[in-house]
Nanobody, 121 residues
């Protein structure tokens, strides 16, 4: 059974930091690209950051560049999102996503349930 379980969300003041974790099971973690998405009330889901299978490449949304860092531990089957200098506009539900693709074809696509991040001003 595939599971992606996020943790680490919470309430933090503007300028603070949080570290999100996404612990996974039920699939071969090391072969999946991992991403963090977020969705605020009334807004579309936004891709925050992606890390490739071996962690050799990362990409970030412009809105979080220089503040957020995505990383992974393939031995622990866990992906992380270190969030620094948080702003009220970072308030959202954050979900992790796992994708296994062959070329441009997505073969498997898994989602976690999400963890809430609230940044107070």
């Amino acid at each position: 059974q595939v599971q992606l379980v996020e943790s680490g969300g919470g309430l933090v003041q503007s300028g603070g930091s949080l570290r999100l974790s996404c612990a996974t099971s039920g699939f071969t973690f090391s072969t999946y690209d991992m991403s963090w998405y977020r969705q605020a009330p009334g807004k579309e889901r936004e891709l925050v950051a992606t890390i490739t299978t071996a962690g050799g490449s990362t990409n970030y949304a412009d809105s979080v560049k220089g503040r957020f860092t995505i990383s992974r531990d393939n031995a622990k089957k866990t992906v992380y999102l270190q969030m620094n200098s948080l702003k009220p506009e970072d308030t959202a539900a954050y979900c992790c996503n796992a994708v296994y693709a062959l070329g441009r074809y997505v073969i498997h696509n898994y989602w976690g349930q999400g963890t809430q991040v609230t940044v107070s001003s």
